[in-house]
């Protein structure tokens, strides 16, 4: 690890701090399950409108219409202007839970 210190003494590293969220997300012909992390100063959402054109997600698993499982990765990378929506899974009521 890499510690950097300014004029002023403020500590820098090459570490970034994210926090985790499971997350829902739909395209036109797939369900994708996993995990987003962002940075804790920020919401989800100015995660998705950042200017990177894919969203890393771990932890993955993508279901077809029928809710079939097609995929399982360790890591997927989305094509953002594929996303139709996102929910955090925590913020799902009881009887939606797949």
Do not use: C
């Amino acid at each position: 690890m890499v510690t950097q210190y300014d004029e002023k003494g403020k500590i820098f590293t090459s570490i970034i701090t994210k926090k985790p969220a499971e997350v829902i997300i739909y395209t036109l012909l797939h369900k994708i399950t996993g995990v987003v992390h962002y940075r804790p100063d920020n919401r989800l959402i100015d995660e998705l409108n950042s200017t990177n054109h894919f969203l890393a997600v771990t932890n993955g698993k993508v279901y077809d219409q029928n809710n079939n499982l097609l995929y399982h990765s360790d890591f997927i990378t989305i094509n953002t202007s594929q996303i139709i929506w996102v929910i955090p899974f925590d913020e799902l009521k009881q009887d939606q839970v797949e």
